[in-house]
């Protein structure tokens, strides 16, 4: 009985601050939504921006802090900390394109925030997570939200079918990860993400490597799921066109960010010395990742299936740098995610300024002529498909270029080349939008589908994010370097 008697102190909570700060809000407009008449429902969403404000001023006493709660099951670190801002700002974006994109859809409930707080809070749980359980419990808790959120539009066909496409398998890759912890346990008689490290580093488990191995296999099908890696990816681009564009936004961005949060603190700080036995997976998943992306996604006419297989392509180069594992290769797995975050959030709110209610405008070709219908949010998609290519002086350049540096360095030559090649096939469906933005003839009338000052503030934002990144990336990479270094 004493293994359940946890114990916590005001330190701990602590600890999950911002946590608490989410969860706290989540259950406050979930109260609010069944007093409130429906006609002022918008009150929620701000609301909801207001918890988002509040969970920033919470890290505050998180800064240069590092320490564990609830037995050592939850670590707050540099690494952690990292992400949880990262996390906030998809939340933030999130929040601002959807205050006036719920309404047009008709899906402004208060469970709509409620949901996303509470997927970030798994997410959030998975990145600074020091148990295996931990990192599973926040994994169930972001998966089961953005299930919700995908069919959320209870009247459409596809986001219905995209829903329940997305719980299916992600229910399949859930019971591969408990399996693959389960067999980790077996073989080291803890799920402390430090015990184990330690053990396998007095090689006290060589008896039982076939089960280790097993269950390693194991937990990077349960990760590769979540991170959408061939051949694990086959939900992404149904669920992504399925889904409101704004949850997919939420998903591309804060899903992944939280599944390599997880990866990155499994594998480096408590499996390294199995790195000779998941180094090659990795490798030929890195390849398999960006190509089969990249080759896919030429062939798309609607941009949110493009940019579905496009993040598909981008967890490929992200693997890149996973396999080079020097410590150029670990810091730029998390400038690279930034990078992405802003760059992909910034996409996906043009597309949904660009819609309106029966009518989402989500083939490329209902972009021809934007460019000089609406120049100001032809320039910023411009900005966002340059970034994406890898064009500098974007933060996707930077991104693209630490990684493949990172694979040079630790002698990855041929992975280093294909990544490059498969950058060069990617520009073609990037580019190929800004030649219909201004090259092309307009079909029909492109409208705003209602003004939203709070989406065009998100869209100035993520340009900010991508310059930024792009012309000062050393500070930004220094920033991922010292967060990095604390976890090994």
Avoid at 175 to 203: C, K, M, N, V
Avoid at 234 to 258: I, L, Q, R
Wanted: aromatic share 14%; hydrophobic share 60%; proline share 3%.
């Amino acid at each position: 009985m004493e293994f359940f008697q946890v114990q916590f102190s005001k330190a701990d909570l602590l600890v999950v601050a911002p946590e608490l700060v989410l969860a706290g809000f989540a259950l406050l407009i979930l109260l609010m939504s069944a007093f409130i008449r429906s006609e002022r429902k918008g009150f929620l969403g701000y609301t909801a921006l207001v918890g988002v404000i509040v969970a920033f001023v919470s890290l505050y006493w998180e800064m240069g802090i590092e320490a564990s709660a609830f037995s050592d099951m939850v670590r707050i670190d540099p690494f952690s900390l990292f992400f949880k801002v990262m996390i906030l700002i998809i939340v933030l974006l999130t929040v601002l394109i959807s205050l006036a994109y719920v309404k047009r859809e008709g899906i402004d409930f208060g469970e709509y925030y409620v949901l996303v707080f509470f997927a970030a809070v798994g997410m959030m749980l998975m990145a600074s997570g020091a148990n295996l359980l931990i990192i599973f419990l926040g994994l169930e808790v972001m998966s089961i939200s953005i299930y919700i959120l995908a069919g959320i539009m209870r009247d459409d066909v596809r986001s219905v079918e995209a829903a329940f496409k997305y719980f299916l398998l992600g229910a399949f890759a859930s019971a591969f990860l408990l399996y693959g912890i389960a067999l980790t346990y077996a073989s080291t008689g803890t799920l402390d993400l430090g015990g184990i490290g330690r053990i396998l580093a007095e090689r006290t488990w060589i008896n039982g490597l076939p089960i280790l191995i097993t269950g390693l296999a194991l937990l990077i099908v349960g990760f590769g799921f979540k991170i959408a890696l061939v051949p694990f990816h086959m939900w992404t681009p149904d669920v992504y066109e399925g889904a409101p564009t704004s949850v997919t936004a939420f998903m591309a961005t804060g899903v992944k960010a939280a599944g390599f949060a997880a990866f990155v603190r499994v594998f480096f700080f408590a499996l390294p010395s199995l790195q000779p036995y998941w180094t090659e997976i990795m490798w030929g998943l890195a390849v398999a990742t960006m190509t089969v992306g990249n080759i896919i996604a030429l062939s798309q006419d609607n941009i949110k299936r493009m940019l579905a297989y496009s993040s598909i392509a981008h967890a490929g180069y992200i693997l890149v740098a996973f396999v080079a594992g020097n410590e150029l290769g670990q810091s730029s797995i998390l400038f690279y995610l930034l990078a992405y975050c802003f760059m992909n959030l910034g996409a996906f709110t043009v597309v949904i300024l660009l819609g309106k209610k029966g009518e989402e405008n989500t083939l490329i070709s209902d972009y021809a002529g934007l460019g000089f219908g609406h120049p100001l949010l032809a320039v910023a998609m411009a900005i966002f498909m340059f970034s994406l290519a890898g064009v500098p002086p974007t933060a996707g350049f930077m991104a693209k270029f630490y990684v493949f540096s990172a694979a040079v360095k630790a002698n990855y030559y041929w992975l280093a080349v294909i990544g490059v090649l498969n950058s060069a096939v990617a520009a073609y469906y990037y580019l190929r939008v800004l030649i219909y933005m201004y090259f092309r003839e307009p079909e029909k009338e492109l409208t705003i589908g209602g003004f939203s000052p709070a989406a065009v503030l998100a869209v100035i934002i993520s340009v900010w994010g991508v310059l930024h990144i792009g012309i000062l990336p050393s500070a930004f990479l220094s920033l991922a370097r010292r967060s990095i270094e604390f976890l090994l």
